[in-house]
């Protein structure tokens, strides 16, 4: 399993890898947004929480179609399915490796982001934990929907409209956790929720995700 | 550990391809596939190594012995050679990446990306690939696929140790490996029937045959 890990992060890593992508993507969103909604006003602090877990989520999805469309294409999905390891730990370390190398930088530029956005200063810490208790759910359903679109030829698209709507809870939850955070109010009820999206999601779709695997390789 | 086939039938796409097919192979020996293509050769080799379920029939085979080298060779451009041999060592639990390299003529080349190599040294190392799973039974997709005449006599020495080890292999070929002691399967006699002459097998052959 750490093998399969550290090959994918290497992989990452190296030229044409695809890193930086989702991290650029970010950037440029929270740079732009305020050019695009002015200066004048509240409005920029109090929709900052809504675009950044929204910027986050988008990153998130741009990189999705990697994570088992490579290794279809090249037939090393086919050896791995035939190796000692079970589909069911390639796909939750292959769901790791992407959340290293999307969830967690984005994690820890949030912030950094927050005051271009003129984010509240209460705000900031809730911004880092609902992103950090987040961001693995993405990338969990999200290699359930790459999952699902293996061996389609640019499914890029079709995986987009799957897993938005399944992203959408995430969404909600992580915005309100940082919206209640940024305005002094209780968020535990979204914090709870949002914590219990990302385990349910864990626990649950790697098996779903293998399945599919199994079917989309016959 | 012996692969056993019992009345498999096969399909691609949903259409069956094979029907009938019976046939045993043993440690230390090799079967080579023959046939036309699009005869199946290698839906029965998915089939064989658990990628598709078989339509009828029984496959006798542990899952755990199998190696499986497809058309695809599974390498990673941006890894070096030794890279790729160690990680499908990691994940086989082995420790042959340099035996594998000696073997396939590779280690003058292990510090090269997979990237930057000729069509021939690339089938090479997906070859080498399967002497680090340390699996027995070998289910070889054409591996001779792009190599020149010195490797394939090279590739054809290396499944004659494997299977002298007690290995067994399975191998779809048109070309002499040089296996002498290796059966030949010829797949043509097992293709199956298509649906248009009637679900009922054999009525097309029967009546035009």
Same mark, same amino acid.
């Given at each position: 399993?750490?093998?399969?890990?550290?090959?994918?992060?290497?992989?990452?890593?190296?030229?044409?890898?695809?890193?930086?992508?989702?991290?650029?993507?970010?950037?440029?969103?929270?740079?732009?947004?305020?050019?695009?909604?002015?200066?004048?006003?509240? *409005?920029?602090?109090?929709?900052?929480?809504?675009?950044? !877990?929204?910027?986050?989520?988008?990153?998130?999805?741009?990189?999705?179609?990697?994570?088992?469309?490579?290794?279809?294409?090249?037939?090393?999905?086919?050896?791995?399915? *035939?190796?000692?390891?079970?589909?069911?730990?390639?796909?939750?370390?292959?769901?790791?490796?992407? !959340?290293?190398?999307?969830?967690?930088?984005?994690?820890?530029?949030?912030?950094?982001?927050?005051?271009?956005?003129?984010?509240?200063?209460?705000?900031?810490? !809730?911004?880092?934990?609902?992103?950090?208790?987040?961001?693995?759910?993405?990338?969990?359903?999200?290699?359930?929907?790459?999952?699902?679109?293996?061996?389609?030829?640019?499914?890029?698209?079709?995986?987009?409209?799957?897993?938005?709507?399944?992203?959408?809870?995430?969404?909600?939850?992580?915005?309100?956790?940082?919206?209640?955070?940024?305005?002094?109010?209780?968020?535990?009820?979204?914090?709870?929720?949002?914590?219990?999206?990302?385990?349910?999601?864990?626990?649950?779709?790697?098996?779903?995700?293998?399945?599919?695997?199994?079917?989309?390789?016959? | 550990?012996?692969?056993?086939?019992?009345?498999?039938?096969?399909?691609?796409?949903? +259409?069956?391809?094979?029907? @009938?097919?019976?046939?045993?192979?043993?440690?230390?020996?090799? %079967?080579?596939?023959?046939?036309?293509?699009?005869?199946?050769?290698?839906? +029965?080799?998915?089939?064989?190594?658990?990628?598709?379920?078989? %339509?009828?029939?029984?496959?006798? +085979?542990?899952?755990?012995?199998?190696?499986?080298?497809?058309?695809?060779?599974?390498?990673?451009?941006?890894?070096?050679?030794? &890279?790729?041999? &160690?990680?499908?060592?990691?994940?086989?639990?082995?420790?042959?990446?340099?035996?594998?390299?000696?073997?396939?003529?590779?280690?003058?080349?292990?510090?090269?990306?997979?990237?930057?190599?000729?069509?021939?040294?690339?089938?090479?190392?997906?070859?080498?690939?399967? %002497?680090?799973? @340390?699996? &027995?039974?070998?289910?070889?997709? &054409?591996?001779?696929?792009?190599?020149?005449?010195?490797?394939?006599?090279?590739?054809?020495?290396?499944?004659?140790?494997?299977?002298?080890?007690? @290995?067994?292999? +399975?191998?779809?070929?048109?070309?002499?490996?040089?296996?002498?002691?290796?059966?030949?399967?010829?797949?043509?006699?097992?293709?199956?029937?298509?649906?248009?002459?009637?679900?009922?097998? @054999?009525?097309?052959?029967?009546?035009?045959?």
């Amino acid at each position: 399993m750490g093998a399969l890990l550290s090959r994918d992060l290497r992989l990452a890593m190296r030229a044409g890898g695809g890193f930086g992508l989702g991290l650029a993507f970010f950037l440029l969103l929270a740079v732009l947004v305020p050019l695009g909604v002015g200066p004048e006003g509240g *409005t920029l602090g109090r929709i900052a929480p809504g675009i950044l !877990w929204v910027g986050a989520l988008l990153a998130c999805l741009l990189s999705l179609d990697r994570i088992f469309a490579l290794d279809f294409e090249d037939g090393s999905l086919d050896l791995l399915a *035939t190796s000692p390891m079970p589909l069911e730990a390639v796909v939750a370390v292959k769901a790791l490796a992407h !959340w290293m190398v999307t969830g967690v930088p984005l994690t820890l530029v949030a912030p950094v982001l927050g005051v271009l956005l003129n984010l509240p200063v209460e705000g900031y810490g !809730w911004l880092v934990l609902s992103l950090a208790l987040g961001t693995p759910a993405l990338s969990v359903i999200g290699a359930f929907g790459a999952a699902l679109v293996v061996g389609v030829k640019r499914g890029g698209l079709l995986l987009s409209l799957l897993v938005l709507p399944l992203y959408v809870p995430t969404l909600i939850f992580g915005a309100e956790v940082v919206k209640r955070g940024a305005a002094g109010l209780e968020v535990a009820v979204p914090l709870l929720l949002l914590a219990g999206i990302t385990l349910a999601a864990g626990a649950l779709l790697p098996f779903a995700a293998a399945a599919a695997i199994r079917i989309n390789l016959r | 550990m012996e692969l056993s086939v019992s009345d498999l039938a096969v399909a691609r796409g949903g +259409l069956r391809v094979l029907e @009938g097919l019976s046939f045993r192979l043993a440690a230390g020996r090799a %079967l080579i596939l023959r046939g036309p293509n699009g005869v199946g050769k290698t839906t +029965l080799l998915r089939t064989l190594a658990g990628l598709q379920p078989p %339509l009828v029939g029984q496959v006798s +085979l542990p899952p755990e012995a199998i190696a499986y080298a497809a058309h695809a060779d599974g390498l990673k451009a941006v890894l070096t050679v030794a &890279e790729n041999l &160690e990680f499908w060592a990691a994940i086989h639990g082995t420790d042959r990446v340099g035996r594998a390299l000696e073997e396939m003529n590779l280690v003058a080349l292990r510090n090269r990306l997979a990237a930057n190599l000729s069509a021939g040294q690339k089938r090479r190392l997906g070859l080498a690939r399967l %002497l680090v799973t @340390g699996r &027995e039974m070998w289910l070889l997709d &054409e591996p001779t696929v792009s190599l020149d005449a010195a490797s394939v006599a090279l590739f054809g020495g290396v499944v004659r140790a494997h299977l002298a080890a007690g @290995g067994a292999a +399975l191998i779809a070929t048109h070309i002499d490996l040089g296996l002498a002691e290796a059966e030949v399967l010829e797949l043509g006699p097992y293709r199956a029937k298509s649906p248009a002459a009637g679900g009922a097998r @054999g009525d097309f052959d029967e009546v035009f045959g």
